[in-house]
């Protein structure tokens, strides 16, 4: 099966380590006591809480693989590799809405940790796909459902902090 390269920052990794090593260590071990607590309570073709636990252990299960998969398959995004002046993956992008001169910012993130809520837009998005590649000041057309909105880039950052860490003697 050829799996696909999930885009993360190191942020999005971690999270997703955790709570594949939550799932392992902990859920794993409570939905396996509460089948075990349900066939004590005898005919398991009646048995309600016996199927709650066994389809949450197949909830479980299925997510295990999932985030195995995704780690497996993941690529750490390198800001390194991308001009700073430039919005790319892991950048944090501040744009104007030039119809009602809205501001808005957010961070530029691979597919799998993309959350709009809390300003994590994909880089696959159409916003975002528009946005990768152009400069500051550079005025971007975003095709969107309600029609076309331009945008202006007002501000490029990087979303890792700078290196301050002193050597150590």
Do not use: C
Not at 59 to 76: D, Q
């Amino acid at each position: 099966m050829n799996e696909k390269e999930i885009v993360l920052t190191a942020e999005g990794l971690a999270k997703l380590e955790q709570e594949l090593d939550e799932l392992k260590s902990v859920h794993r071990r409570e939905v396996n006591d509460r089948i075990r607590q349900a066939k004590e309570y005898g005919d398991l073709s009646e048995n309600a809480e016996y199927e709650d636990a066994k389809q949450e252990q197949a909830f479980i299960e299925g997510r295990i693989l999932k985030l195995e998969a995704m780690v497996r398959n993941a690529r750490l995004i390198d800001e390194s590799e991308y001009a700073a002046d430039e919005v790319h993956l892991g950048a944090i992008v501040k744009i104007k809405d030039l119809k009602n001169n809205e501001i808005y910012e957010f961070s530029i993130v691979g597919s799998a940790e993309a959350d709009p809520s809390n300003r994590r837009i994909s880089n696959e998005s159409p916003l975002g796909s528009a946005l990768i590649g152009h400069k500051k000041g550079a005025t971007v057309d975003v095709a969107t459902p309600r029609g076309l909105v331009k945008y202006k880039i007002e501000a490029i950052k990087s979303s890792s902090p700078k290196k301050t860490a002193k050597k150590a003697s």
